[in-house]
């Protein structure tokens, strides 16, 4: 149960709620090597920490969020495949902008993104894939922080797909497609339910927004 909705430009979403086909990852120019090698002493702590008992509500719904991401992207794959057969959907690191086609607009700023996947198509132009995974549990007791205090029970939320882009979500879109370069004219975002199906929405780039963007950074 998947629904393409409109197309939007940020300034919709903004205002109303207040040639690479190569981008795998042995060639492609978005990718940065990380081989950071942790000290014995931070492994060590890590491990300490991850064994403690803690529990949270937001906890719980971000680990969701993270382990059904694969669920999502495969939601993406299915449909953008089927109706554009010759598309792919590829992982992809960390994508620096240096290679934005922003160089002097970006200036000294050490920027960079990560999306959770990129779709690459045939003419070679591409798009951000942002998935975004609901969590159908919540708790049956809430207090000011977020947190709950009588127990860990909860219940299972149904409701439908939000078919928006939250405003909050659009810097990172726009940044995302900003590292891609500039054949990335626009962002898919899949927000995903458990029980309730996913809308697919598509936000398209805005190069006077990622301007702006920019001058606020610098």
């Known amino acids: 149960n998947v629904d393409i909705l409109n197309n939007l430009n940020s300034k919709d979403i903004w205002y109303d709620s207040y040639k690479n086909e190569r981008l795998d990852r042995r060639s492609s120019k978005f990718m940065a090597r990380y081989k950071l090698k942790p000290m014995l002493k931070d492994i060590l702590s890590r491990h300490r920490k991850s064994n403690k008992r803690e529990w949270s509500v937001f906890k719980s719904r971000v ?4 382990i059904q991401e694969a669920t999502a992207i495969l939601t993406a794959l ?3 495949c089927r109706s554009n057969p010759g598309a792919r959907v590829k992982e992809v ?3 620096t902008g240096e290679f934005s086609g922003f160089g002097t607009k970006i200036g000294k700023l050490l920027i960079g ?3 959770d996947a990129v779709i690459a ?3 070679g132009t591409c798009e951000v894939l942002e998935v975004k995974n609901h969590c159908p549990f919540v708790p049956l007791y ?3 922080s977020g947190m709950t205090e009588k127990g860990i029970e909860f219940f299972v939320g ?3 797909p939000p078919g928006d882009i939250p405003p909050g979500y659009v810097p990172q879109l726009m940044m995302e497609m900003l590292c891609l370069g500039i054949e990335c004219r ?3 975002m899949v927000r995903q339910t458990a029980t309730k199906g996913a809308s697919l929405i598509r936000l398209h780039r805005d190069d006077l927004w990622i301007e702006e963007m920019l001058y606020f950074l610098n």
């Open 63 to 66: 680990q969701w969020g993270s």
């Open 78 to 80: 299915n449909y953008i």
């Open 93 to 95: 690191g960390m994508c």
């Open 113 to 115: 993104a990560s999306p």
């Open 121 to 123: 198509y045939p003419n």
């Open 142 to 144: 809430w207090n000011k």
């Open 158 to 160: 149904s409701k439908p």
């Open 186 to 188: 626009s962002a898919v």
